[in-house]
C-alpha cells in the first residue's frame, strides 16, 4: 500500500541520489544541499515525521506552518478517502461541489463578522493575488477608479507571485525581483525589540500606526487597501504585534476609507490561540486570505473571503464586464474540500482550541529558561507560535551577520536531536502542531535550548 521506500541499501542510495538530481528545492541553496545527505520523509504520525530509514523527527514547524492535528489524523485521513471514492475533482468556473458548498458555509460562520463570501484558490500567494484584485477592481466598479495603490508594511510576507511580492518587505526575499514589482506606500511596521522609530511600548503610545495614518491622510484618494498579516510577521521573524496595533488600523483603514485586507494565511485555524488572528482585536477584515491550515496541513486549498458590500459590486449585466475573471484549474478541489470541512469539523468535535490554553502556558514555561542564554536577544510568543531572536551582543543587541547563519546552525543541531525546523535568518521559530501534548511540548523546547546553546556558547 502506498509508496513504501525500497528495503535494501543500494536501492535507498539510488533514491537519495535521485533527490539530488532531479528536485530543486525552494527557498534552498541547491549547491550546498546537492552535498549533504538529503532527508526524505516517509511517513508520518502524529507530531512525527519518519524518514526513509525509518529515523524519527518532531516535526517542530508544522511541515512549515501548515500542520494543525498532527499527521495521519484519522477523521481528515477519513475525509479525504471517503471523498475520493466519489470524486476527486471538478471545476469551480461555473460548476459548484458538495464539499465546496458546505466548506464554504462553515467558513464564514467561523470567519469574522461581515465575511459572507469564499472565493476559492489553491495557495496562500494566490489567495493574496485574488484579494489585491478584488480590491482594485471593486474600487473601479465602485467609480473610483483611481483607487489603485496598496498599503504594505515593512517585513511582511505576503507569498511569492509577482503582486504578493510587490506588497512584500522582505530584503532578502524581495529586492531582487525590484523591477517587476510594481509600487506600494511602504510603512515601518512595529518590532517592539527594534524598534525603528526607537520608541518603547506603551510609552510610544503605538507611534508606528500614525505612520500608516500620515500615508492615508495624504494618499488615500489613491489606496484601495491596506494590507497586513494581523498581530504576527511570520516570515520575517516572527514578530509579533503590540496590542492595539490592529485595531488601530482597521479604524484608520475605516475611517480613510480604504479596504483592509488581512493575510491569514499562517495565523488561521487556531494558531494564534484564536481562530483567526482578528479576533484578538475584535477586527473584522474587508478581505481575508486564508491557506496553510486550511486543510488541517493535509492538502493544497485557499480562500479569499470577501464582504457582501465588496461582492455586490461585481455584479450587473454581462456586458458591463464587472465579472471577477480570475480563476485556478484546481480552484474549490473537492479532495482539499473534503479536508478542509473535516478540519473545521475536528476544531468543533475536540474543543481544539479550548485545549490550547494549557499548551500555550506550557510552552510560554518552558522556552522562558532561553532568555538568560548569553545570545538570546529576545523570545516572542503568540498562541502556539514561538520564536527566539539570537544576536550577537545582547546589550546593545547587535545581530549576527547573515552569513554566520546562526539560525541555519541551530537547526542543524535541532536535527542531530531529532526535531525538525526550519530559521528565518537569526531567529529559531518553534511552531509544533496544534495537536502537540505538554511533554511533546516540554522535549521541542528543550532540543531547542540545547540546540541553541550548541551554536552560540562556543
Ligand atoms: C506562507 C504565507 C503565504 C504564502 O502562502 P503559500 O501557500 O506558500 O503560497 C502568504 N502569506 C503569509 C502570511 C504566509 O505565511
Redesign the pocket.
Known amino acids: 500500500m502506498g509508496q513504501k521506500p525500497p528495503k535494501d541499501p543500494a536501492a535507498l542510495r539510488r533514491m537519495e541520489e535521485d533527490a539530488r538530481q532531479f528536485i530543486w528545492h525552494p527557498f534552498t541553496q541547491m549547491a550546498e544541499w546537492e552535498k549533504e545527505r538529503p532527508l526524505i520523509i516517509d511517513r508520518g504520525k502524529g507530531v512525527y515525521l519518519y524518514d526513509i530509514h525509518g529515523k524519527r523527527y518532531l516535526d517542530g514547524v508544522s511541515s512549515?506552518?501548515v500542520n494543525l492535528h498532527g499527521h495521519r489524523k484519522a477523521a481528515l485521513d477519513r475525509a479525504v478517502k471517503d471523498q475520493i471514492n466519489r470524486i476527486a475533482h471538478s471545476t469551480l468556473l461555473g460548476l459548484a461541489n458538495i464539499p465546496a458548498v458546505r466548506l464554504a458555509k462553515k467558513l464564514i460562520r467561523a470567519a469574522p463578522p461581515g465575511l459572507a463570501k469564499v472565493f476559492f484558490s489553491d495557495?496562500?500567494?494566490?489567495?493574496?493575488e485574488a484579494a489585491l484584485k478584488i480590491a482594485f477592481q471593486y474600487w473601479r466598479h465602485r467609480g473610483k477608479s483611481r483607487k489603485t495603490k496598496f498599503v504594505s508594511l515593512v517585513n511582511a510576507?505576503?507569498?511569492?507571485?509577482i503582486g504578493?511580492v510587490s506588497l512584500g518587505g522582505i530584503e532578502l526575499f524581495h529586492d531582487c525581483y525590484a523591477p517587476l514589482r510594481f509600487p506600494t506606500h511602504k510603512v515601518g511596521a512595529p518590532y517592539c525589540y527594534r524598534c525603528f522609530l526607537n520608541k518603547t511600548y506603551p510609552e510610544c503610545r503605538l507611534a508606528c500606526a500614525e505612520e500608516v495614518e500620515k500615508v492615508l491622510t495624504r494618499h488615500h484618494d489613491g489606496i484601495a487597501a491596506v494590507v497586513v498579516?494581523p498581530m504576527i510577521?511570520?516570515?520575517a521573524g516572527m514578530l509579533t504585534w503590540p496590542s492595539g496595533y490592529l485595531r488601530r488600523i482597521r479604524d484608520l483603514a475605516s475611517r480613510y476609507g480604504v479596504l483592509l485586507i488581512a493575510?491569514?494565511?499562517?495565523?488561521g485555524f487556531g494558531r494564534t490561540g484564536t481562530m483567526f488572528a482578528c479576533e484578538h482585536e475584535g477586527v473584522s477584515p474587508d478581505l481575508m486570505?486564508v491557506?496553510?491550515g486550511l486543510t488541517g496541513g493535509y492538502l493544497?486549498l485557499?480562500a479569499t473571503l470577501a464582504t457582501q458590500e465588496i461582492y455586490e459590486a461585481f455584479l450587473g449585466e454581462y456586458r458591463e464586464f464587472k465579472t471577477f475573471f480570475h480563476g485556478h484549474s484546481y480552484t474549490g478541489n473537492q479532495l482539499g474540500c473534503a479536508a478542509a470541512l473535516a478540519n473545521l469539523e475536528i476544531f468543533e468535535k475536540e474543543n481544539v482550541l479550548e485545549k490550547l490554553r494549557p499548551k500555550i502556558e506550557a510552552m510560554i514555561r518552558f522556552l522562558k529558561p532561553l532568555k538568560d542564554y548569553s545570545h538570546v536577544g529576545e523570545i516572542r510568543q503568540i498562541g502556539l507560535i514561538a520564536a527566539v531572536e539570537l544576536v550577537r551582543d545582547r546589550v546593545t543587541k547587535e545581530p549576527y551577520p547573515l552569513e554566520a547563519r546562526m539560525g541555519y546552525r541551530a537547526a542543524r543541531e535541532a536535527l542531530k536531536r531529532g526535531m525538525i525546523i526550519r530559521p528565518l535568518g537569526n531567529v529559531v521559530p518553534l511552531i509544533p502542531p496544534l495537536s502537540v501534548t505538554i511533554p511533546q511540548l516540554k522535549k521541542m523546547a528543550s532540543i531547542l535550548g540545547e540546540s541553541i546553546r550548541a551554536v552560540t556558547e562556543v
Open positions: 512549515v506552518w495557495n496562500g500567494s494566490t489567495a493574496m510576507y505576503h507569498g511569492d507571485t504578493s498579516e510577521q511570520g516570515a493575510d491569514e494565511v499562517f495565523t486570505a491557506a496553510k493544497p485557499a
